[in-house]
Each structure stands twice: as C-alpha cells, then as structure tokens.
C-alpha cells in the first residue's frame, strides 16, 4: 500500500536550513514495528506518523520517531506536524491565527497557527508540562571529557549544570562564549560511561554569545540515546531551557523572550523563539515558535504485514 509522506525544514524561513522532519499525514493501517522501520530508512531526527484523534479535544493523534525509539513529545515534530498538516489542507485555515490540538504521549499539546494569505507562516507550542528540575548533575572535569573542553570554558555563576525537563529532561551545560562552543568535541565514550543511564543523558550546551543581530543565545544539542548525535534544533529542549532560565530572572511577575540560534555549527542554521511567563516566582507557561518550509513530497509503498 502506497503512503504518502512530505518533508519539511522546521525552525528556518529558508530550505536546506533548521531541522528536517518527514510526516506521514494519513497512517492508518501500520503498526509501531513498521513505522519505527520506515524512521530508520528517512534517517531524519524525527518522522511523524498522523492518525485521526482519539479524544473529543484532539485535532489529530501523533506518533513521533527517532531512527532508533519512539518519542511521548518532542518539539519540532510538533511544530512541523502542525505547519504541514495545514499547508496541505489536511486541517483548515480559515482564520488568521487558530490553535489546534495534538494527542501526544505525552497528553494534549496546544499548537497555534498564524496564517498569511491562506498559507501558515509560524507556528507555536505552548508546553504541556512545566518545566521540573533536578540538581544531580556530572562534575564539570565530567563534562569536560565528554565535551573535549576546558574547565575555563565553563560558567560557575547563577548559569548553572542542571537538569530540566518540561517531559523530556535535558542537561543544561552553560559556557561563555560561542567560541568554546564551536570547539566542542564530542566524545560517545565518555558520555556512555557518564550520562548514558543519567536522568537527563541529552546535553544541551548553550552561551550567551550569538552570532545573529537580535538573537540571545547560540546552543548546540546532543542525543546519543535517542540516536542523534548532535540535533539542529530542539524544541522540546527550548521549552526546558524556557524554564530553566526563567528561574533565574528576579522579576516574579514577567512575560520573558529569547531568541536562540541552533544548529550553525551543522550547516543547519536555526531559530527558536522561546516565551515564558512567571507569575508569584513562578513558571506558569512556556510556549516555542518558529518558522517552517516545505520541501518535499512523495509516497512510500509498505507491503502489508
């Protein structure tokens, strides 16, 4: 049986740029096995399988995979499941911003859509959980093996190693410039020694030191245990790191913005809109945007199994 599926480049307004994503819009009819196959044939971070919902809320049920697991939430599919699913018609559009709602592993995720001349042009997840956080965190000389940097590289301010996770934890490991960042050098070894069976395993490192007028950030993203090595854009990680650097604002009652660039160091250049807002000292909401293109359509024929 045929299937149809589209790609598209999701966090860039450009094609060749952020990160690539497939989706399967109509998936009715195969099972988990097949669909974790046909994600280790595209190869990409993450291919979206597309049912009909399974709750009176929901827009659609997703199913997202890595080459090598399967995923209860992740934020580019997310985003890009959303931009595509409009693009083509399989949702409509009929007004200038609408949100819909996608039935994950991880419960309901609210997405908006903002509309141009019939057509999706940026697209935003709110955060189905808030973020939590755990301080058992590697030492730095730690990290230093895994990162193949130097403990100078490394802040030892309020930017802190912690671990976040708004459903998927992250490490986040802070530096002081773009240019440790650039000189990172992943070591698989160490990290399956150190952080493999580590509550948050996936290190994302991050400065204040973009390259970009109008950026605040640069990261650089690195999943071994879900089978990427170094990942263009994250979303999922950018709502944890909404809530990791929220906390450290003083101000108890704020809408907080930052613009994070990811994925430059691949040729994958990326941007990631990341809104938080605190009310009381608190995280009451984190929402993630950015742009997406479509780039390619085709079919897969799956035998029947």
């Given at each position: 049986?045929?299937?149809?599926?589209?790609?598209?480049?999701?966090?860039?307004?450009?094609?060749?740029?952020?990160?690539?994503?497939?989706?399967?819009?109509?998936?009715?009819?195969?099972?988990?096995?097949?669909?974790?196959?046909?994600?280790?044939?595209?190869?990409?971070?993450?291919?979206?399988?597309?049912?009909?919902?399974?709750?009176?809320?929901?827009?659609?049920?997703?199913?997202?995979?890595?080459?090598?697991?399967?995923?209860?939430?992740?934020?580019?599919?997310?985003?890009?499941?959303?931009?595509?699913?409009?693009?083509?018609?399989?949702?409509?559009?009929?007004?200038?911003?609408?949100?819909?709602?996608?039935?994950?592993?991880?419960?309901?995720?609210?997405?908006?859509?903002?509309?141009?001349?019939?057509?999706?042009?940026?697209?935003?997840?709110?955060?189905?959980?808030?973020?939590?956080?755990?301080?058992?965190?590697?030492?730095?000389?730690e990290l230093v093996s895994i990162l193949g940097l130097k403990i100078?590289?490394?802040?030892?301010?309020?930017?802190?190693?912690?671990?976040?996770?708004c459903g998927v934890p992250f490490l986040f490991v802070p530096l002081?410039?773009?240019?440790?960042?650039?000189?990172?050098?992943?070591?698989?070894?160490?990290?399956?020694?150190?952080?493999?069976?580590?509550?948050?395993?996936?290190?994302?490192?991050?400065?204040?030191?973009?390259?970009?007028?109008?950026?605040?950030?640069?990261?650089?993203?690195?999943?071994?245990?879900?089978?990427?090595?170094?990942?263009?854009?994250?979303?999922?990680?950018?709502?944890?790191?909404?809530?990791?650097?929220?906390?450290?604002?003083?101000?108890?009652?704020?809408?907080?913005?930052?613009?994070?660039?990811?994925?430059?160091?691949?040729?994958?250049?990326?941007?990631?809109?990341?809104?938080?807002?605190?009310?009381?000292?608190?995280?009451?909401?984190?929402?993630?945007?950015?742009?997406?293109?479509?780039?390619?359509?085709?079919?897969?024929?799956?035998?029947?199994?």
């Amino acid at each position: 049986m045929k299937y149809k599926f589209y790609t598209a480049d999701v966090f860039t307004d450009q094609i060749f740029g952020g990160n690539q994503l497939a989706v399967f819009p109509n998936s009715r009819g195969l099972n988990t096995q097949t669909m974790q196959k046909i994600a280790a044939e595209f190869n990409l971070s993450e291919t979206v399988f597309v049912f009909p919902p399974q709750t009176s809320q929901g827009t659609r049920k997703i199913r997202i995979f890595t080459p090598v697991t399967e995923l209860h939430f992740a934020g580019h599919p997310t985003i890009g499941t959303a931009y595509v699913l409009s693009f083509i018609g399989e949702i409509s559009i009929s007004e200038e911003k609408q949100t819909i709602l996608l039935e994950e592993g991880i419960g309901l995720v609210s997405v908006s859509i903002k509309i141009e001349r019939g057509k999706p042009v940026y697209t935003e997840l709110k955060a189905a959980q808030l973020p939590t956080f755990n301080d058992n965190s590697p030492s730095v000389m730690e990290l230093v093996s895994i990162l193949g940097l130097k403990i100078a590289d490394f802040r030892d301010d309020k930017y802190f190693i912690q671990g976040v996770s708004c459903g998927v934890p992250f490490l986040f490991v802070p530096l002081h410039n773009r240019e440790a960042l650039g000189h990172i050098q992943f070591n698989r070894d160490c990290w399956q020694h150190i952080l493999a069976n580590h509550w948050a395993p996936s290190v994302y490192v991050f400065c204040f030191d973009p390259e970009r007028e109008g950026s605040d950030l640069r990261a650089r993203m690195f999943a071994p245990s879900m089978g990427i090595l170094e990942d263009p854009a994250t979303g999922s990680a950018a709502t944890a790191l909404g809530g990791y650097l929220a906390i450290r604002e003083e101000i108890p009652n704020a809408t907080l913005n930052w613009r994070v660039e990811q994925g430059f160091e691949m040729g994958r250049p990326s941007i990631l809109e990341i809104i938080a807002k605190k009310k009381q000292g608190k995280v009451i909401e984190i929402q993630v945007g950015g742009s997406s293109v479509l780039v390619s359509e085709g079919s897969m024929e799956i035998p029947d199994l």
